[in-house]
């Protein structure tokens, strides 16, 4: 069984999907952790920059391809810095990295039931998933969210930061932000945790 979670930053996705994944003893794959993990290696590798890496396109296969993707492993190390996250971003516009972590993803898919979250998993990954969800919040709450967990006190500075993101994956060329279809949508503006995992287990369930 495959459920997907897409939808735009601090709504949830991530808390919600690892706490279904362990309720179903499914595996929980969340596709923003491999485009951290591959701007962990290019920025190891002196590859800074998205020109960079548009431009090396050969020298990144090379090092790519030498690689270790376990996602376990992936896991243990820290990928939540900003320079990591912001590069991130930036590759997730190159198409053959795209590819290369679509496939990983496939393989792992294959062997196992998941629960995976990102932009693009009920559009691009798995159109044709069993269920798929929608996340959406307000902009000032999703901002509140990150400024508690990031210990950040400047709400006007992450709501601008929340909204720039928002277009960027909305407007993007490849795999743009969008609802998939037959996707059901969660605003999690007002909800708690436990209240939107008991609205996915009644669609996941029924």
Known sequence: MIITIDGYSATGKSTLAKILAKKLNYFHINTGIFYRYISYVLLNNNINKIENAQNQSKSIKDVLNKTNFDINRIKTINLKTNEIELFGSQIAKIDF??????????????????????????????????????????????????????????????????????????????????????????????????????????????
């Open 97 to 206: 990295i795209r590819k290369l972590i679509n496939e990983i993803i496939f393989k792992i898919a294959k062997e196992s039931s998941i629960v995976i979250e990102g932009r693009d998993t009920g559009t691009v990954l798995f159109p044709n998933a069993d269920v798929k969800f929608f996340f959406i919040a307000d902009a000032k709450i999703r901002a509140e969210r990150l400024a508690k967990e990031r210990n950040i006190d400047n709400i006007p500075l992450l709501i601008d930061k929340i909204k720039k993101r928002d277009f960027e994956d909305i407007n993007r060329e490849i795999a743009p932000l969008i609802k998939p279809n037959n996707a059901i949508l969660i605003d999690t503006s007002h909800i708690t945790v436990n209240e939107t995992l008991k609205e996915l287990e009644k669609y996941v369930y029924k």
